[in-house]
């Protein structure tokens, strides 16, 4: 901390939470890009912090910043007022703090490049040439490797899940599955699972005859219920 001080010339400073955004804070580490998204769509962060909007970034690779690898979101704020006027949390009302958010292989890729490279300052004479190369190799391994990697695991949690919902269909009866789910969207999510994917894992089909493919044949399927024969009560 005393060398970013130093650089920023708040060494005397007695409001360097205002100028220094990483006084405390912590990094959500998810295995897939899908977790992350799923985490940011359940809205926990914005119901539990105010955001300063202005001092968070979504770090990418872009001409701007000469395509550096680092991926992550950093949100930075303090807590909400509700959360605050929780007797556990009134100490720290007011105080900012940063929310960094990444997947495991970006965290890896990180934390290893900063130790070697961030806190190596560029420098002339011995080992100047071996430290670029170095930092080009950190590069590469991010686009030929970790990039690749990370997708493959987000198709594999993906084709896993579809799985199950394709598991279920044979658990239970394929009519009343497609019967019971709220919209012709799923419907159509669930025939479309059933005519690939299904036949790719298991090599059958709860279905005999061929499905036609769009929402139409959910809603043909959907409009059987009638003929569907119910047990008297």
């Known amino acids: ?52 909007r202005e001092a968070t970034k979504i770090h990418h690779p872009t001409k701007e910043n000469e395509g550096v690898r680092y991926q992550a979101i950093h949100y930075t704020g303090w807590l909400s007022e509700e959360r605050a006027k929780l007797p556990e949390y009134a100490k720290f009302k007011g105080m ?32 100047s040439k071996a430290m670029k190369s170095i930092a080009n190799r950190f590069n590469q391994i991010m686009d030929r490797y970790l990039l690749p990697a990370g997708y493959e695991f987000q198709r594999v949690q993906h084709d896993y899940e579809r799985l199950q919902q394709g598991k279920e269909l044979f658990d239970r009866d394929a009519i009343r599955t497609l019967e019971a789910a709220k919209s012709n969207n799923e419907r159509h999510e669930l025939l479309s699972y059933n005519s690939s994917d299904t036949r790719r894992w298991s090599g059958s ?26 047990r008297a009560s």
């Not at 940011?40 to 914005?46: A, E, Q, T, Y």
């Not at 703090?97 to 004479?125: F, M, V």
């Open 1 to 52: 901390m005393k060398p970013k001080l130093q650089e920023r010339g708040l060494l005397e400073s007695e409001s360097i939470e205002t100028e220094i955004k990483g006084l405390a804070g912590a990094r959500l580490i998810f295995y897939t890009n899908t977790d992350v998204d799923r985490f940011l769509n359940s809205r926990l962060i914005p119901e539990n912090f105010q955001i300063d």
């Open 96 to 127: 900012r703090c940063e929310i960094q958010i990444q997947s495991i292989l970006n965290h890896a890729w990180s934390e290893t490049s900063h130790d070697i490279i961030y806190k190596n300052k560029p420098r002339g004479g011995f080992g």
């Open 205 to 230: 089909s709860p279905f005999s005859a061929p499905i036609r493919s769009g929402r139409s044949a959910a809603r043909s399927l959907a409009s059987k219920r009638s003929m569907i024969p119910t």
